[in-house]
T-cell receptor, first 114, second 114 residues
Framework: EAGVAQSPRYKIIEKRQSVAFWCNPISGHATLYWYQQILGQGPKLLIQFQNNGVVDDSQLPKDRFSAERLKGVDSTLKIQPAKLEDSAVYLC????????????FGEGSRLTVL | AQSVTQPDIHITVSEGASLELRCNYSYGATPYLFWYVQSPGQGLQLLLKYFSGDTLVQGIKGFEAEFKRSQSSFNLRKPSVHWSDAAEYFCAVVLTDSWGKLQFGAGTQVVVTP
C-alpha cells in the first residue's frame, strides 16, 4: 500500500515569496491533515479536511496560508507571502476517517525562508 | 490550560538497556493518548494508542505504554533498546469532541550508544 506522498521534500525561498506544497493521501482515506513542525517543537495542526470540506482551520494563519482539497483526494498548502518564522517542516497526514485515531504521515516538506 | 508535556528533551541510553519516556497531560477529561516515533528524514509513525480498557498497552517494535489516570501520565517503555530505536518520540493526545486535532508534546530525542 502506498503511503502519504508529499512534494517537494525541500524548498528554499526568500521572504515575501510564495510557495506551494502538495500532498497525496493514502487511497481511500477521507480525512487529510496539514501540520507545521518548527524545529524543536512537536507538530501543530494547521488544517483538517474531511473529504473536500474543511473541518478545522482554527490554527491556520489565513492572512498568508491557504489550503484546498478540491476533489477530496490530494491537497495543496500555499504560503503567500512567506515570513522568516514560516521556516518549518510541513507534514501531511491522512486517516480513514475522523474517528480513527491512527494518522499516517508523509515524510514532510522542509521549508527554509531566508 | 490544556497541554501535553514531555519533560525530557534528550535522553541517552546504552544499547540493550531499558528506556522510559515520560508524558504528562493536562485536560479536563481523559483524552485519547498516542505515542509516535520520527526517525531522521522520515514521517511520524504510530507506536501505540490508548482509548480505554487495559491501562498497559502494547505497541510495535517492542514498545509498551502505561496509562495512569491518577498521575495524568502515559509513559512509554522498552525493556531493551536497539541502535535502530534512536529517533525522536512524540506523545500526543486528542479529545473526543475534537477528533483528528492531535496535540503533540515537544518530543524527546533518544540517542543510543554502543
Amino acid at each position: 500500500e502506498a503511503g502519504v506522498a508529499q512534494s517537494p521534500r525541500y524548498k528554499i525561498i526568500e521572504k515575501r515569496q510564495s510557495v506551494a506544497f502538495w500532498c497525496n493521501p493514502i487511497s481511500g482515506h477521507a480525512t487529510l491533515y496539514w501540520y507545521q513542525q518548527i524545529l524543536g517543537q512537536g507538530p501543530k495542526l494547521l488544517i483538517q479536511f474531511q473529504n473536500n470540506g474543511v473541518v478545522d482551520d482554527s490554527q491556520l494563519p489565513k492572512d498568508r496560508f491557504s489550503a484546498e482539497r478540491l476533489k477530496g483526494v490530494d491537497s495543496t498548502l500555499k504560503i503567500q507571502p512567506a515570513k522568516l518564522e514560516d521556516s518549518a517542516v510541513y507534514l501531511c497526514a491522512s486517516s480513514l476517517d475522523r474517528e480513527n485515531g491512527e494518522l499516517f504521515f508523509g515524510e514532510g516538506s522542509r521549508l527554509t525562508v531566508l | 490550560a490544556q497541554s501535553v508535556t514531555q519533560p525530557d528533551i534528550h535522553i541517552t541510553v546504552s544499547e540493550g538497556a531499558s528506556l522510559e519516556l515520560r508524558c504528562n497531560y493536562s485536560y479536563g477529561a481523559t483524552p485519547y493518548l498516542f505515542w509516535y516515533v520520527q526517525s531522521p528524514g522520515q514521517g511520524l509513525q504510530l507506536l501505540l494508542k490508548y482509548f480505554s480498557g487495559d491501562t498497559l498497552v502494547q505497541g510495535i517494535k517492542g514498545f509498551e505504554a502505561e496509562f495512569k489516570r491518577s498521575q495524568s501520565s502515559f509513559n512509554l517503555r522498552k525493556p531493551s533498546v536497539h541502535w535502530s530505536d534512536a529517533a525522536e518520540y512524540f506523545c500526543a493526545v486528542v479529545l473526543t469532541d475534537s477528533w483528528g486535532k492531535l496535540q503533540f508534546g515537544a518530543g524527546t530525542q533518544v540517542v543510543v550508544t554502543p
